[in-house]
């Protein structure tokens, strides 16, 4: 699976942006797919996960209420929509796709199998 994350930019506090992760090279409907952050010198933390039909969603508990997974098969993309953006959000957003049978979500990195290239979140106060 090859993604590729997009979306991310410059926005002050409060206000909103939608990441994009374009996946290629496995049928959509058979990967979970998940949303990390990771700011400089620090762990990639989990953000949000969707399951392989969208049926089952995660989220960590700093962006409940605030953002929102979700997938189109059809097209073969996961959205991340941040709204109420924090400062603390500042961060680069990467993609993860898991390719697993089970339907259970995970939050967890080393079970995501791929990755994209992340894109970089800004939130001024």
């Known amino acids: 699976v090859q993604l590729q994350a997009s979306g991310g930019g410059l926005t002050q506090a409060g206000g909103f942006l939608r990441l994009s992760c374009a996946a290629s090279?496995?049928?959509?409907?058979?990967?979970?797919m998940g949303w990390f952050r990771q700011t400089p010198g620090q762990e990639r933390n989990f953000v949000a996960a969707?399951?392989?039909?969208?049926?089952?969603?995660q989220y960590a508990d700093s962006v409940k209420g605030r953002f929102t997974i979700s997938r189109d098969n059809a097209n073969n993309t996961a959205y991340l929509q941040m709204n109420s953006l924090l400062p603390g959000d500042t961060a680069v957003y990467y993609c993860?796709?898991?390719?697993?049978?089970?339907?259970?979500?995970?939050?967890?990195?080393?079970?995501?199998?791929?990755w994209g290239q992340g894109t970089l979140v800004t939130v001024s106060s």
């Open positions: 969707i399951s392989a039909t969208g049926g089952s969603t």
């Open positions: 993860a796709a898991r390719i697993s049978a089970a339907r259970q979500l995970v939050t967890a990195i080393r079970y995501y199998n791929y």
């Open positions: 090279g496995h049928p959509g409907n058979k990967y979970h």
